[in-house]
């Protein structure tokens, strides 16, 4: 049997004022404190649920649990990160952050190295629960149970009951209609879906998550209404059977099918991705059974603290997709280096080596351009930008935007320091909105819409870029300590899980113009940009006034 190890934290009372400046320097004052008020809330939830653990109190156990090991308590990373989600909290082991100040110190079980070469621990960057959880959710899944799984406090922040669809029971529905929202969903691959003529529900995807629904079902034969556990447990085993054909079902019905993204978390962090790996890293058909678990109380979404005390109580594993995420990095392989040994390319900002990568989950190329040697990059700290294509500015100078003055910005002062790399991501045009969607966005903020508000007319995500393959190449070249140039927190937890350490954040400072300074605004006052904005349009504005005043 799996058994989950717990990390275990303790905090100490010493190094108070050095702790204090470290993470001021960082984080900032006012999101420090915020981090330093969810840790004390956090272990006083943790004193909470283990007192709870022992006061005998009768808890309805899901259908086929058996005493499995309690989840995997929250470590320092999950800590932090639930904390300051997105303001560079998840940056462990990091020079200049509170993993390294005398009062956090950690100790818990060290990883392995992975298939593809990652040498990782629980303590590296990325991880909620540990690799353990996942271990304890595939063995659930196995057994026939449910597990619980968290995402991302800056996506959903739910947390989904996850069932193997065919291991569905009318027992098991029963339950999963009790304690969810109940518009219980079905993960499956686009060809089987294509297979069973269960195409799209609606030709234009406005869900902001860009969640895939196609038409809704229900098996033809052998059930009544369809709505009930009985029925609806039949038409999701149905689903998951290689031999089912698309006229042993109806449309509409009370089964929602989902289509997994090619590739699953490692392409999309979302819930119906984790739900269908579970299930084909636990060797079972690759189809999931997955709803929104709610609050009993007042049928709100249930989020964390609430999510671990309903796994406490049900005997249910908890894990998060992050935690998959990174079990799936430090065993797969995501990029494929062309050409081995690189070539010579010459800029106007000096020689670099530049080399080709191609991206195992949809073919998409990529770049990478490299100062010094690779062989020397494992013993230091390296120089790194990770920039996303942007058309419009990097090729045609665009003034609306500033990402080809962070290019510049780049491979200058990797040119100035003479070592460094430059990966170049494509395929993320617009904040992975697409260079169309981008032009269509332009034209909304013509009519006055800020970046945000333009793509969430367009029913677009505000930032949908995924940093994962960038971070392979980076491990590819030999990376593992880095000085990250960035202005932007996502960054930070997008290149995490992979083994790498980001040292230090380096600001990329631009001059604003008259077309970029709004844009800069809002990416400042709306996305947590860290953009230290040189206003000469506002000190204009105020000496105006002033001089409007005088007279």
């Known amino acids: 049997m799996f058994q989950c190890v717990p990390a275990r934290v303790s905090w100490s009372v010493s190094g108070v004022h050095a702790r204090r400046q470290l993470a001021s320097n960082f984080l900032g004052r006012r999101n420090y404190f915020k981090i330093i008020g969810t ?164 030709p234009d995807n406005e ?28 038409t999701i085993r149905a689903l998951a059977n290689p031999r089912s054909t698309a006229d042993d079902f109806r449309r509409p019905g009370h089964i929602f099918p989902l289509r997994y993204a090619k590739g699953g978390v490692l392409k999309r962090a979302g819930h119906t991705e984790a739900s269908l790996d579970l299930c084909r890293l636990a060797g079972l058909a690759p189809v999931g059974v997955l709803c929104e678990i709610v609050n009993d109380s007042d049928g709100s979404m249930a989020r964390m603290p609430d999510l671990e005390v309903f796994s406490k109580q049900h005997g249910l594993v908890l894990t998060s997709i992050a935690d998959l995420v990174c079990f799936r990095r430090r065993r797969e392989k995501l990029v494929r280096r062309i050409e081995p040994q690189g070539a010579r390319m010459p800029t106007k900002y000096g020689d670099f080596t530049v080399y080709a990568y191609v991206s195992e989950l949809d073919g998409c190329e990529h770049l990478a351009l490299v100062r010094g040697d690779p062989q020397q990059f494992s013993n230091r700290p390296v120089l790194v930008r990770v920039h996303s294509e942007c058309c419009t500015g990097d090729v045609f100078g665009s003034l609306r935007c500033d990402c080809g003055l962070q290019l510049q910005f780049a491979m200058e002062k990797i040119a100035a320091e003479n070592q460094g790399v430059l990966v170049y991501l494509r395929g993320q045009e617009g904040r992975g909105i697409g260079l169309s969607h981008k032009i269509r966005a332009y034209t909304l903020q013509d009519a006055g819409r800020d970046t945000v508000e333009a793509n969430e007319d367009l ?93």
Not at 210 to 232: E, N, P, Y
């Open 207 to 234: 869900d902001p998550k860009r969640t895939s629904f196609t038409v809704s079902v229900d098996l033809k034969h052998g059930v009544t209404t369809g709505i009930s556990a009985a029925d609806r447990s039949a």
């Open 459 to 551: 029913g677009l995500p505000v930032d949908s870029r995924e940093y994962g393959i960038g971070a392979q190449i980076l491990v590819d070249l030999g990376v593992q300590q880095m000085r990250l140039m960035t202005n932007n927190p996502r960054k930070y937890t997008g290149l995490s899980g992979y083994g790498l350490s980001i040292m230090e954040r380096v600001p990329v400072k631009v001059t604003p113009n008259k077309w970029n300074i709004r844009y800069l605004r809002t990416k400042k006052a709306k996305l947590g940009h860290l953009i230290e904005i040189e206003d000469e349009f506002d000190r204009e504005k105020e000496v105006q006034v002033e001089i409007r005043d005088l007279n």
């Open 39 to 202: 840790m004390k809330n956090l272990s006083l939830m943790r004193g909470a649920l283990a007192q709870s653990a022992g006061d005998g109190t009768a808890a309805e156990r899901a259908p086929g649990a058996t005493p499995a090991p309690a989840p995997a308590a929250v470590n320092s990373s999950h800590v932090q990160s639930l904390a300051a989600r997105g303001v560079f909290c998840e940056a462990e082991r990091l020079g200049d952050s509170l993993r390294d100040a005398p009062e956090a110190e950690m100790e818990t079980e060290n990883g392995s190295v992975g298939a593809s070469g990652f040498a990782t621990t629980d303590k590296d960057v990325g991880w909620c629960f540990g690799e353990q959880s996942v271990l304890n959710a595939i063995a659930a899944l196995q057994r026939g149970e449910f597990v619980v799984v968290t995402d991302d406090e800056d996506r959903e922040n739910e947390g989904d009951l996850i069932l193997a669809a065919e291991k569905a029971t009318p027992q098991a529905i029963a339950f999963m209609v009790r304690h969810t929202s109940g518009v219980i969903c079905v993960s499956m691959e686009e060809e089987r879906l294509n297979e069973l003529r269960l195409f799209q529900m609606v």
